[in-house]
């Protein structure tokens, strides 16, 4: 042997990996409306309760397709594989052509006791950047094969910046196109004491997703066969009505009460409809695209001939197959099958075969959640999975709230305005396909996937050669799930119920020598909000989420200030305004609590932004 010239180095080790995304989208919109006033039709005084009424009409044609590939920094086709045991288990996945990196971070640290002063900087993986693929001799790999023998091995490397296509491990293509149909009518009725809106809309969604393409010997994907379905992969069309109306009660019956007061009431319902894309559950049900509406009503009463306003309005909002991020999903229940396979070949689990995990008793997924992640097993028992970022978890969310404004303006140039707003929302149906699945269905054994992967078989199975089957089932699938679930049905306690805020502005007099300026200030603040709860015991035994014990952040305020100045350019034709803003005068700059640890110990902090300035210039004309 010779000696290791790298020997007490530090080092970094990274396979990385490369791609393009290419994105094209177009957009034509035809808009057309019409007015009829009443008046110039019927020459009576009567006209006015008829009032006056404005058609808008709206079509509209979308696409938006997008290509992506991507695949590993550096990697090499050539053969022999670099597992000596001849296993297709890294072939077929990519991995036995894929080429670790080692990147040096400075001199020997053999004889240090600590790192301090070693100069470690930017533990960042640096790639050699080849500009074509190099031939064989430039890099050597040492492989040892299963009886021990130690063979250097002279590799072909490719970058992958050079040669994608013979590299690409992950491809996609996409084309959503979306149809509109629109139509408001607006009226004013009753002397313009009954103001209505009227809305209609159409929206039709076809997205089309390309299959997998064709793989190469090597495991690669073949660009070229990348092409898009003739028919659908998704239809998807949704109906929305909104209408909205507002009655002002008639002058005439108030004007001779102290301050002339006013009073006027509202009223409105609106539908919403989010073309989203191609969206799957778990169970292989086509999602409907997210919807849902919003109901509100309120009333504004004006004194002191309107100079103070208080205006109030409650609302109610449902909205249903929202898209939930609840750290994991049905690729989480997979992915851990695929280890437990591949683990399986490489000799960790003594007994069992591959190709009949059943056998040990364990749970199997149902060959249509497998079906739907491409899963794949190898002539050797080796498994693959692909990719399915269109199957999601949803939830649903309603919410309530108050917001009360009330604004005073005691001479003409200044003002004042207070609002506050409180607000509620309850989450259901969380996960409600991923739950079915995992501890509801029975699998083949009887059993669902959650009895079997958290119970005795799977203590005994290693998806690695260093943990069994029940740690990786607990961590990467029920903490996550009934974590989240166990928040349903409840507040929204992640939601900050309460904010003020308190709002001043000043305008000089004209007759003054500081005609033009103003001067203003804001004071906001915010409830404290949910950031992390206790642990607590289920009746199995197992540590779950305890939502009834939530850890708090604090609440927020800051005082924002703003002076401005505005006069007219260019022979009076042009407004100009220049304004100074300074957010947060007081500068705060303290550290913020974002999440806990179940124990409540804060285990991730934000820095506040601090004090900002910002200088806007305004031309209007």
């Known amino acids: 042997g010779r000696v290791n010239p790298n020997l007490g180095r530090p080092y970094v080790v990274g396979m990385g990996s490369r791609g393009f995304a290419h994105g094209e989208t177009g957009d034509t919109r035809f808009t ?141 293509l996409s084309r959503t196109e979306i149809q509109s149909q629109a139509f408001v009518l607006q009226s004013k009725m009753l002397k313009k004491h009954l103001i209505g809106t009227l809305g209609w809309r159409r929206d039709e969604i076809t997205s089309y997703n390309a ?24 239809n998807d069309a949704g109906e929305t009505l909104t209408w909205s109306g507002v009655a002002h009660l008639p002058q005439k019956l108030v004007k001779r009460l102290p301050g002339a007061p006013s009073l006027s009431l509202h009223a409105g319902f609106s539908e919403n409809f989010a073309p989203v894309g191609s969206r799957m559950d778990p169970s292989g049900v ?66 069992l075969s591959p190709f009949n995990i059943g056998a ?97 078989v799977a203590r005994t199975i290693r ?9 990786f089932a607990q961590t990467d699938i029920d903490n996550a799930l009934s974590g989240f679930r166990a928040g349903d049905g409840s507040q929204a306690r992640e939601l900050r119920k309460w904010r003020f805020n308190f709002v001043t502005n000043y305008l000089f007099p004209v007759n003054s020598k500081l005609r033009g300026w ?17 642990n607590t015991s289920a009746s199995n035994g197992k540590r779950v989420v305890d939502i009834s014990h939530p850890y708090y952040g604090p609440a927020e305020d800051k005082i924002d200030a703003w002076l401005s100045y505005k006069r007219k350019i260019f022979r009076e034709k042009i407004d100009w305004k220049i304004q100074l803003n300074v957010r947060d005068i007081m500068d705060q700059r303290d550290l913020i609590p974002v999440q806990t640890q179940p124990t409540g110990e804060v285990a991730v902090y934000r820095i506040r932004e601090g004090r900002t300035w910002e200088l806007t210039s305004t031309f209007t004309f």
């Open 286 to 351: 086509r999602l409907a695209p997210p919807g849902g509406n919003t109901r509100e009503m309120g009333f504004t009463l004006g004194l002191l001939n309107d100079q103070l306003l208080l205006r109030a309005n409650w609302y109610e909002t449902v909205q249903n197959n929202v898209t939930v991020d609840i750290g994991t999903s049905a690729n989480a229940i997979v992915f851990d099958y695929v280890r437990v396979i591949n683990s399986t070949v490489a000799g960790f689990n003594s007994g």
């Open 211 to 234: 299959p997998t393409p064709t793989r190469a010997p090597t495991n690669n994907l073949l660009l070229h066969s990348l092409s898009l379905p003739t028919v659908p992969t998704q």
């Open 463 to 471: 998806p690695t050669s260093v943990s069994f089957l029940d740690i």
């Open 518 to 534: 103003a001067i203003g200030g804001a004071y906001r603040w915010q409830d404290r909000v949910a950031i992390g709860y206790a």
């Open 32 to 172: 057309a409306y019409a007015e009829l006033d009443v008046k110039k039709f019927w020459a009576s005084p009567k006209a006015d309760w008829l009032g006056t009424h404005t058609i808008t009409m709206l079509l509209s044609d979308s696409f938006d397709e997008t290509r992506s590939a991507s695949s590993f920094g550096l990697a090499t086709a050539q053969t022999p594989y670099l597992y000596g045991s001849g296993s297709q288990t890294d072939r077929l996945n990519g991995n036995g052509a894929r080429l670790t990196t080692v990147s040096y971070l400075g001199g020997s640290l053999a004889n240090r006791t600590d790192a301090q002063g070693a100069g470690i900087n930017g533990l960042r993986v640096q790639y050699p950047g080849l500009s074509a693929p190099v031939g064989a001799g430039s890099f050597i790999m040492h492989n040892q094969t299963a009886a021990g023998t130690f063979n250097p091995v002279k590799l072909a490397v490719t970058d992958e910046d050079a040669a994608l296509s013979q590299l690409a491990s992950v491809a996609n």
């Open 360 to 456: 040990s008793g364990l749970a199997v997924p149902p060959t249509s959640l497998l079906q739907a992640y491409d899963f794949r097993q190898a002539a050797d028992g080796t498994a693959t999975m692909g990719s399915r970022p269109d199957i999601v978890n949803t939830t649903d969310y309603t919410s309530e709230g108050t917001e009360l404004e009330l604004f005073f303006q005691p001479i003409a140039n200044w003002s004042f305005v207070l609002n506050a707003v409180r607000q509620e929302a309850v989450r259901n149906n969380s996960a409600s396909a991923l739950y079915q699945l995992w501890a509801v269905d029975k699998m083949a054994n009887g059993q669902t996937l959650q009895e079997s992967w958290l119970g005795p």
